[in-house]
Nanobody, 115 residues
Framework: QVQLVESGGGLVQPGESLRLSCAST????????VDWYRQAPGNQRELVAT???????RYADSVKGRFTISRDDAKNTVYLEMNRLKPEDSAVYFC?????????WGQGTQVTVSS
């Protein structure tokens, strides 16, 4: 069974950091594009960061310079390093990839930034 499993979310104070992980059974991340999305209550799901198979990265303007997407091929895991977190970063974060035209999503991990 093909799965994406996120972890690493939690409650932090503004200015602190978190690292999210996305692990997979069934996908080999180094040969495909993987994204991180987020969705806050009442908002649409938005694209946060993208990592291509050739290791190119793209970021939403709202996180550029603060978030870093990366991949550990030995662990087949994609990370989202989030620094200088702000309350507006609070959301459920999802890992996403596409295979043969189908979208695959993880279950999400909650990030809450609050003092």
């Amino acid at each position: 069974q093909v799965q994406l499993v996120e972890s690493g979310g939690g409650l932090v104070q503004p200015g602190e950091s978190l690292r999210l992980s996305c692990a997979s059974t069934g996908f080999i991340f180094r040969i495909r594009t993987v994204d991180w999305y987020r969705q806050a209550p009442g908002n649409q799901r938005e694209l946060v960061a993208t990592l291509t198979s050739s290791s190119l990265t793209r970021y939403a303007d709202s996180v550029k310079g603060r978030f870093t997407i990366s991949r550990d091929d030995a662990k087949n895991t994609v990370y989202l390093e989030m620094n200088r977190l702000k309350p507006e970063d609070s959301a459920v974060y999802f890992c996403h990839t596409v295979r043969q035209g189908l979208d695959y999503w993880g279950q999400g991990t909650q990030v809450t930034v609050s003092s």
